[in-house]
Structure formats: C-alpha cells, structure tokens
C-alpha cells in the first residue's frame, strides 16, 4: 500500500515582473496555485513526487463569466499520478478541499481508492444503515455508537494550540451515496457505496476546539481495526504540510528570481524536488535506527566524504551514519549542534545543502585530468 497525499499551497512572486501569472490569494498577489501529490508510505515515510501541477487561476471576471467546477485540480491531480508499482496500490488521501463527487465518481470507474474528509453534508441512502432515506450524512454519522474503547492518539500542534494527546473515539458504517441532482464535468449519474469513518473526541480539555474527522472511503472497512487503520492513513497527510514548510521555509522557492514563466517553473519543480529530499533525510534522522544507519544508504559516497573532511579534516573517520551526516549538514548551514538546539530545521538544512553541492562539485571538477598543463 502506498499513500498519495493530496494538497495545495500558493506560491507567491509578486515582486516578479513575469508574464503568465495568476491572481492568488485576496486576489492582489501573483503566482501558482501548486497541487502536490506526494507518495508516502503507510508508516509516514516518504516516498518521492508522484505528481506536480502548477495551476494559474484566471481573472476573477473571467470565472465570473466561466466558473470551473468545484475540485478539478484534485480529480486531474488524482487522474494524472501514474499506475502503482507492480503489487501495490494507490491510496489517494486528502483534506476536505479534496471531497469532490467528480473524484469519487473517477475512482469508482477507474478502479482508485481514496481516504478523504467529508467537507459536504450529502444525501445517504438508507439500504446500507445510514439512516432514514433521503437523510443526511452529517446526522446519520453523528448518532453512531462507538466502536471498542477510546484510543489515544498525538496531535501535532498548530497555530494557537500546543501539541497534546486526545483520547479518541471511532464509529464506522456502509453508505449509499445517491446521484447527484446535476451532474458536472466528468460526474456520473450512478449511486456510490462507499464507507464512512467517524473519529472524535468526546471529553477534551476545557477551552479547546474537540477534535472530529468524518471520512469517506471506497477502501472497504469490516472492523474497528480497519477503521482506525483510515484514520492513521488520513493522519498522514502532516507530512504534506511538513513538505510546503521544506519547500517554502527550506528551499526559499518563492524567492526565486528568475523572470520569465519558462524559467520559473523548472526552477519551482526543481526545488520541488530537493525539498521532498530534504524531508525524506529529515525523517530517516528522526528515526531509532538513524544512530547505526549507514549515511550512504541516503546520499551519494562522495557527499559523505566531502561532508566528513569539511568537519574532520583528512584525518577524519567517513564510515558516518545518517544522524552524524544530518548533524554536520546542519552545522554546515549554520546549526551549532548544540545539546540544546535540537536537530537542524529546514533553513539551516537547506543553506547547507547548497553549500555541500558546490563542494561537492569543486572537488569533482579537481579530480577531472586538465589539458595543456594547467
């Protein structure tokens, strides 16, 4: 099994004058919605790029006069990522900007599987046990019993809340989702069977939003088991987020200064692809084993030893596992290796990066035999 995560970010070039950009955000900026969708596996680790799409929006007057339908760039994102390697499958994962019939209605005819938040209180149909015909999604769902005890789970922080842990419930059901009264774009007008997972915290701490997550998936749930198995497949999608820090706080992508669009894009792409780098060595460093790990399981030999002879000298030992090597990268950038500092973040991992690839290049292009003497 292999997850796709799906989500947007904007990115921001304002201050370049280059033709081809779209208007974002409030409307007065300038640049790229950009859909990433990163594979990981089940675990959270990360896998590489599956698919890329630097998206313009057109002027709000001309979506005023020609609106798109809700959620294209998620069914082309979902649509464009390439067929799964031979004896795995593709699990597609987003937030509720990704619930979209038009992406379930491709999956349902194109054989992918999805686990995405409900964002749309829509019609159930009553042969699968949601309820009452004709009802809605939301209170079908909210008067299921739960499922087995509650289970702990650690919530990242986020803006204005800390990190804690919640003490989690889960409840879990077949639905029939009804054709839609209008069908649009590439919609079908067939009734979908799919399975719902409701996730919630029943007692949180006084003065905190309690935590609840509706999801809809066509990947069959039998068990309590299987429905929390959804929900850490849904959780996984803090790994997205941690690739737009990677990629906009590391790599600085928006400070880019190339001046036309048939530059910016392959430079956005390129980076595009050192930030999913960096997060996959960021990770592996995190990890029990970082400690005996072989270094160059994750990077070339050559980085290694450019890398230890920086920090060591000639004399220095090489044979480096991947926390000493994301140690010294850090340092290089500007991290102090303190106790105390933690393990290097994303611009002191980016800013020696960058210095690395020069040092690597100069004592590449030292090695290479000269002509005419010199």
Same mark, same amino acid.
């Given at each position: 099994?292999?997850?796709?995560?799906?989500?947007?970010?904007?990115?921001?070039?304002?201050?370049?004058?280059?033709?081809?950009?779209?208007?974002?955000?409030?409307?007065?900026?300038?640049?790229?919605?950009?859909?990433?969708?990163?594979?990981?596996?089940?675990?959270?680790?990360?896998?590489?790029?599956?698919?890329?799409?630097?998206?313009?929006?057109?002027?709000?007057?001309?979506?005023?006069?020609?609106?798109?339908?809700?959620?294209?760039?998620?069914?082309?994102?979902?649509?464009?990522?390439?067929?799964?390697?031979?004896?795995?499958?593709?699990?597609?994962?987003?937030?509720?900007?990704?619930?979209?019939?038009?992406?379930?209605?491709?999956?349902?005819?194109?054989?992918?599987?999805?686990?995405?938040?409900?964002?749309?209180?829509?019609?159930?149909?009553?042969?699968?046990?949601?309820?009452?015909?004709?009802?809605?999604?939301?209170? +079908?769902?909210?008067?299921?019993?739960?499922?087995?005890?509650?289970?702990?789970?650690?919530?990242? +922080?986020?803006?204005?809340?800390?990190?804690?842990?919640?003490?989690?419930?889960?409840?879990?059901?077949?639905?029939?989702?009804?054709?839609?009264?209008?069908?649009?774009?590439?919609?079908?007008?067939?009734?979908? +069977?799919?399975?719902?997972?409701?996730?919630?915290?029943? +007692?949180?701490?006084?003065?905190? $939003?309690?935590? $609840?997550?509706?999801?809809?998936?066509?990947?069959?749930?039998?068990?309590?088991?299987?429905?929390?198995?959804?929900?850490?497949?849904?959780?996984?999608?803090?790994?997205?987020?941690?690739?737009?820090?990677?990629?906009?706080?590391?790599?600085?992508? $928006?400070?880019?200064?190339?001046?036309?669009?048939?530059? #910016?894009?392959?430079?956005?792409?390129?980076?595009?692809?050192?930030?999913?780098? #960096?997060?996959?060595?960021?990770?592996?460093?995190? $990890?029990?084993?970082?400690?005996?790990?072989?270094?160059?399981?994750?990077?070339?030999?050559?980085?290694?030893?450019?890398?230890?002879?920086?920090?060591?000298?000639?004399?220095?030992?090489?044979?480096?596992?991947?926390?000493?090597?994301?140690?010294?990268?850090?340092?290089?950038?500007?991290?102090?290796?303190?106790?105390?500092?933690?393990?290097?973040?994303?611009?002191?991992?980016?800013?020696?990066?960058?210095?690395?690839?020069?040092?690597?290049?100069?004592?590449?292009?030292?090695?290479?035999?000269?002509?005419?003497?010199?």
């Amino acid at each position: 099994m292999i997850l796709v995560l799906h989500d947007d970010t904007l990115l921001d070039f304002s201050g370049l004058r280059v033709e081809g950009l779209g208007p974002i955000g409030d409307g007065n900026g300038r640049g790229f919605v950009a859909h990433t969708s990163l594979a990981v596996t089940p675990g959270g680790a990360t896998i590489g790029l599956a698919h890329q799409i630097l998206y313009v929006p057109p002027p709000k007057a001309a979506r005023r006069a020609r609106p798109g339908p809700a959620g294209r760039l998620w069914l082309d994102a979902a649509a464009a990522v390439p067929a799964a390697p031979d004896g795995k499958r593709f699990v597609h994962v987003a937030d509720r900007a990704g619930d979209v019939r038009e992406l379930f209605d491709w999956a349902d005819a194109a054989g992918g599987a999805y686990v995405i938040r409900s964002r749309h209180d829509r019609a159930v149909a009553a042969d699968l046990g949601a309820g009452p015909a004709d009802s809605r999604l939301y209170a +079908a769902v909210r008067a299921w019993p739960a499922a087995g005890p509650p289970r702990d789970v650690r919530l990242d +922080a986020r803006p204005g809340q800390p990190a804690r842990t919640a003490a989690l419930r889960v409840a879990w059901k077949p639905v029939t989702l009804p054709p839609p009264r209008q069908i649009r774009d590439r919609g079908r007008r067939v009734p979908l +069977a799919v399975w719902v997972a409701r996730v919630w915290e029943a +007692a949180p701490p006084a003065g905190v $939003e309690p935590v $609840e997550w509706l999801l809809v998936t066509n990947v069959p749930v039998a068990s309590a088991a299987d429905a929390w198995e959804r929900v850490d497949w849904y959780a996984r999608r803090a790994v997205i987020e941690e690739f737009h820090k990677a990629w906009k706080t590391g790599t600085g992508v $928006e400070s880019l200064q190339l001046t036309t669009r048939a530059r #910016l894009e392959p430079g956005v792409g390129l980076l595009a692809v050192v930030a999913v780098f #960096l997060l996959a060595l960021r990770d592996a460093g995190r $990890e029990p084993a970082a400690a005996q790990r072989p270094a160059t399981g994750w990077v070339p030999p050559a980085w290694v030893v450019v890398l230890a002879r920086w920090r060591h000298g000639d004399h220095g030992r090489t044979a480096w596992t991947v926390t000493e090597f994301l140690l010294a990268l850090g340092r290089l950038g500007g991290h102090q290796n303190r106790p105390s500092d933690g393990m290097p973040g994303w611009m002191t991992l980016w800013r020696g990066w960058s210095q690395l690839h020069i040092m690597v290049a100069v004592v590449a292009d030292l090695k290479q035999p000269r002509s005419g003497g010199t």
